[in-house]
Each structure stands twice: as structure tokens, then as C-alpha cells.
């Protein structure tokens, strides 16, 4: 197994490192690459111009900082771009910086002072290696303390300094620790920007069963749980194995490994989920439950074969992030009045609208909590059953075993059921059947994937659904989203362009600013933290029943909305926005169109 590099202390390494400022009217072409500087190097590849180069050697001169350093800040080349100029430079690897990449307890080899000091950060380590990135990897002085704080052998990466800066914060956060993870990773686990300088890979398979490979795993897992993802992804590539969370609605990557862990990787999670690891042709589905800080949290698994190999998706179902409590979704009174009263109705439809991951379950689930007692016998049919509920009997709709929705709902109706939840309507035979149910004196609530709540009404009318059979039976629909909260370190004011506020039919003060987020280490450069909930509640009264009968395309019902003083989605997100809570372009994204 090949080494990433010697220690990068030779006059020549600390010369090329220097910064040095080249004469832009002289030929870039005639001479050899390994005389130029970052700057020449960065012009004939055609990443910088010379005029743009000309403005950062100026700047470097004011600041005395380094010259990549300055590049990335002016915004003229990214740092995805430049280091891979700075490994052929020094001779040393470079690493992009993220979160990913750091085993939690390795960091904390280099005391945090000492980090800030000497701009170092800890990534892994391997026996009696230590892989740590710096800004200055060709400082001997620095390599040494380096040694003589932690007693091992230093193997320096370069990173950008703003990179290190960023993430040293993170890295010694007392969230960031985790027990019992990737304490012995290889480091040919972990990608790093020279290729050429990556350690010897070992046969997957040889790591399928050893102790890297289920660090790896553990590792991933438990960062996703306390990172408050709901998803996390392994997807097969070319060269990499990308592995991404869903946090907050949205993916980001978090760690790369090589392409050859890939299969190890998979085969790791279909034993832990109870699948079969022989079969990699046809997609499975599995579970598992795991504890992490003394508290069981269930995984659902799914594989799915690509041209590249298995591509997975584990679910996390973490109770501790989720509140079954209408009075505490942040639902305003204005709206939950209304939805409470839909609930207290002996029978009739009630139906969650909105895309996947806009808290449909959520909202149903908190229904089931407010209206159960034990004077109430509640069935559910769900596909899946996410989470147990107590004094609910919930059945799992199962196709394979022929238990369909409507199967399932069938049956139910033979258990004397006072309140029956449909997880989802998605067809024509469940529909009619659910309208029946909620007719013949039970109260029935579904979900059906539309963007709005006189969308559902049209939905039920494309599945064939007699207009004044919808009109009898429904007694409300609930549209909701999830909009991504601000983050509160980050947050800064900002004035949206008039353009905007057209766009939206902005009724309020022009000239008021609106809340976004800048991004910072704590919100991984995203600007926001966490979500919340906006609603469009349309209660069913007799004047709807009437439009909905005699109008074929909806007319009357939209007309109504403006009688009734009914806030669209826009509206109340336009609210959300103007307390400070989310931005207005967080709020067109997600609601404008509809």
C-alpha cells in the first residue's frame, strides 16, 4: 500500500508555495508547468483571465494573504477548481473540506486552540498515521508541533484556510461527537482530490465483513439521525460512491468513498436490514432499528438496481423529530379552528393534499391523537406503517399478499369502525369506496397527491367520482407545505426586487425588508435551519356543496374563496415570510406555482 506523500519540507515546496506575483504580459505558453506560479498555472488553463489576475495580485499585495486565498473570496475561481493546482504545486494531496470527511474523534487529537493557531484540522487516522489538512502543509515547524502534540506520525493534506476556518467551529461542537464510529476507517474510504496520491484500495470484498466498512456504515447512519436528516442516499458512480442526506427537504453530500466500497457498503446495510445480499437484480424493501443516545429509532430500507450497480434509500422514522399534536405544528388559529372542527364531525371526508415530504402523515397522524379516546374504535390502512400509534389498529397495505388499499378497506369496514384513515387514495376503486364509507356514517381521512386544496375536489372528479357524491361527503381539505426556517446565526435582512414583489401580487409595504439567511458552518452554508408548516384550510359548508355540484370546472368553488376570505398557500407563506420566519424566495419555490 502506496503512501499519500513525504513530507513536503523542500526549499523548492516553500518557494512554489510563496506568493509571487507574474508579469501578465509575458508568453504563458513557452514555459514549463512546473515553473509557473498558481496564478499562470490558473490563467493557461483558462480558469482566470490575466486582467482578473492582475486585480488579485494587487489585492494580495494589500492583504498579504495567499493568493488562492484571495481568489476564491473575489469569487473569480471556486475551490473546487484551484485545488488540484495547489497538489501539483506542493506535492501534497488536497481535500475539499466538509463535515463528512472528519472522524469525530480523531479531530480531537489537535486541541481546538491549537487548530485555530495553526490552521490544521484533524481528518482521520490510520494506526499510527494521522491525515490532517493545512493551510501551510509545507511549514515544517508547524508539521512538527503538529507530532508533538498528538505523538503521531503527521501526513499533511492541503486545504484552503477559509475551508479550515469554516469547519474547525463544527468540528469541536459537543454535537459533533459520535460513539462507537469509524474509529479504524481506512483512509482509502475517504476520496481526496489527487487521485494519483489515493492509498491502494484492498478487494471489497475482503472489507465486506471487517471492521472499516461497518465504521463506515455506523458512521453515516448515526451523523443522518443527529443531523435530523430523513433520508440518506448511497448512490453507485463511475469513480465514487456519493453518499447524501436529506436534511430540511433538501440533499447534500456528505462523504464519497471509492467506487470500489460500493458493494461492501450495500451489502453492510441489506444485512442489517434483513435482505437477501445475493440478489442484486430485482429492488427489496427492509427495516432495521437501531439506538443511538439511548433511544431506538426505526430505518427503512430500499434497493433499487441501476445500470451502475444498487442504488439506496434508508428512511429514518425518529420519533423525537415529530410532534402528533395539532396544537403544536405551528398551525395558525385562524386555520386550526376550522381543521379541529372537520375532526369533530361524526362522518364525512377530510383529505391532506400536497407532494411528497410536505407533512401529510404528520398532520393525519396528529388528527388521530386529538379525536381518539376509547369510546372509538380507529383503523388505519397504510403503505407503509411509519410509526405505531397506541389505541389505533393500523394494517399494513401490502399488494404482494393482495391487500390493496381498497382490499384492506373492505375488510375494515367489516370491524364496526368509527374512524378509518386511508394513508392514500390512489385510484379510482379506493376513491368511491372511501366516499362510501364516509357516507354511510363513518369519518374517513386521506391524503391524495395534489398541489392544492380545489385540486383534490378536480382529482376526484378525474378518478370518476360523481360530482355530488364529493360535494355529500367532504367536509374538508387541508393543503399544506413545509418551508425551510431561517437560520438564527446567519440570519441578515434583504430588500426583494420590485420584480418580485409583482411576480407575487404583493399587497403589503414595498419598501419593507424581508429575512434570509447568508449561510454559515451551522447550517452547513445553506441559510436555514429546520421547518415549518404553511396551510390552506378549506372547510366544506353549503354554499361549496352548491359550486362543487353545478360546476364543471371549478369556477364558482375559486370564487368563492375570495367571498369567504380563504388564505391560498401564497398568502399565508407571504405571512411566514413577513414575521421573519422564512424567505420570500423559500416561500415562491414552494407555493407559487400552485
Not at 289 to 309: A, F, M, Q
Not at 366 to 380: D, G, P, Y
Request: proline share 5%; with cysteine.
Amino acid at each position: 500500500m502506496s503512501t499519500l506523500a513525504q513530507k513536503p519540507g523542500t526549499p523548492d515546496a516553500a518557494k512554489a508555495a510563496a506568493p509571487s506575483k507574474i508579469k501578465t504580459h509575458e508568453p504563458l505558453w513557452d514555459v514549463p508547468e512546473a515553473s509557473l506560479p498558481l496564478g499562470a498555472r490558473l490563467v493557461r488553463a483558462g480558469l482566470l483571465n490575466e486582467e482578473d489576475l492582475e486585480r488579485a495580485l494587487e489585492r494580495q499585495e494589500k492583504e498579504n494573504a495567499r493568493l488562492g486565498e484571495i481568489l476564491t473570496r473575489m469569487g473569480l475561481v471556486e475551490e473546487e477548481e484551484i485545488l488540484p493546482f495547489l497538489n501539483q504545486q506542493l506535492g501534497v494531496p488536497s481535500v475539499r473540506l466538509r463535515e463528512g470527511i472528519v472522524d469525530p474523534k480523531v479531530v480531537q487529537l489537535i486541541p481546538r486552540g491549537h487548530a485555530e493557531s495553526l490552521k490544521a484540522v484533524a481528518l482521520f487516522r490510520v494506526r499510527k498515521d494521522l491525515f490532517v489538512a493545512m493551510a501551510e502543509p509545507q511549514n515544517l515547524r508547524q508539521v512538527d508541533e503538529i507530532e508533538r502534540i498528538t505523538g503521531l506520525n503527521v501526513k499533511p493534506v492541503i486545504a484552503l484556510k477559509s475551508s479550515i476556518e469554516r469547519l474547525i467551529p463544527r468540528c469541536y461542537e459537543k454535537d459533533f461527537q459520535v460513539d462507537h464510529v469509524t474509529a479504524d476507517i481506512d483512509e482509502s474510504a475517504i476520496e481526496l482530490q489527487a487521485d494519483s496520491m489515493l492509498l491502494d484500495l484492498q478487494a471489497a470484498d475482503s472489507l465486506a465483513d471487517g471492521s472499516p466498512i461497518i465504521n463506515l456504515v455506523n458512521y453515516f447512519i448515526v451523523n443522518a439521525i443527529r443531523q435530523g436528516a430523513s433520508d440518506v442516499h448511497i448512490e453507485p458512480g463511475q469513480k465514487h460512491t456519493t453518499i447524501r442526506l436529506r436534511v430540511d427537504g433538501m440533499l447534500r453530500e456528505v462523504l464519497r468513498p471509492r467506487r470500489d466500497f460500493h458493494a461492501a457498503l450495500v451489502s453492510r446495510v441489506k444485512v442489517m436490514a434483513r435482505m437477501d445480499i445475493a440478489e442484486h437484480r430485482q429492488a427489496q424493501d427492509g427495516r432495521m432499528h437501531v439506538v443511538v443516545d439511548n433511544r431506538e429509532i426505526d430505518v427503512r430500507v430500499s434497493t433499487l438496481p441501476t445500470v451502475k450497480g444498487e442504488k439506496v434509500v434508508m428512511r429514518i422514522l425518529d420519533r423525537k423529530n415529530l410532534t402528533f399534536n395539532l396544537n403544536e405544528l405551528g398551525i395558525p388559529t385562524k386555520q386550526l379552528i376550522p381543521m379541529k372542527k372537520m375532526l369533530q364531525k361524526p362522518h364525512g371526508l377530510v383529505l391532506v393534499t400536497g407532494p411528497t415530504g410536505s407533512g401529510k402523515t404528520t398532520t393525519l397522524y396528529s388528527a388521530l391523537e386529538l379525536i381518539k379516546s376509547v369510546h372509538t374504535n380507529i383503523v388505519t390502512v397504510e403503505d407503509p406503517v411509519e410509526y405505531q400509534l397506541d389505541m389505533i389498529n393500523q394494517v399494513y397495505a401490502n399488494p404482494a399478499a393482495h391487500l390493496s388499499f381498497s382490499a384492506a378497506l373492505r375488510s375494515i369496514l367489516r370491524q364496526d369502525p368509527d374512524v378509518i384513515m386511508v394513508g392514500e387514495i390512489r385510484d379510482a376503486e379506493t376513491a368511491e369506496m372511501a366516499i362510501q364509507a364516509s357516507l354511510t356514517g363513518h369519518l374517513v381521512l386521506s391524503t391524495l397527491h395534489t398541489n392544492s386544496t380545489i385540486g383534490a375536489i378536480t382529482r376526484l372528479m378525474d378518478m370518476g367520482v360523481a360530482s355530488y357524491k364529493i360535494s355529500a361527503a367532504l367536509v374538508g381539505v387541508i393543503a399544506q407545505r413545509l418551508v425551510r426556517t431561517i437560520c438564527p446565526r446567519c440570519r441578515t435582512k434583504y430588500y426583494p426586487t420590485e420584480d418580485i414583489l409583482r411576480t407575487i401580487n404583493y399587497e403589503g409595504d414595498r419598501r419593507r425588508s424581508f429575512a434570509k439567511g447568508e449561510g454559515c458552518a451551522h447550517c452547513y452554508d445553506t441559510g436555514f435551519s429546520g421547518r415549518t408548516g404553511i396551510y390552506e384550510v378549506l372547510p366544506i359548508d353549503q354554499d361549496f356543496r352548491e359550486a362543487i355540484t353545478h360546476s364543471d370546472d371549478m369556477s364558482a368553488v375559486a370564487g368563492l374563496f375570495k367571498t369567504k376570505h380563504i388564505s391560498t398557500l401564497l398568502q399565508e407563506g407571504i405571512k411566514v415570510a413577513e414575521s421573519g420566519s422564512t424567505s420570500l424566495d423559500e416561500v415562491i419555490r414552494l407555493a407559487y406555482a400552485d
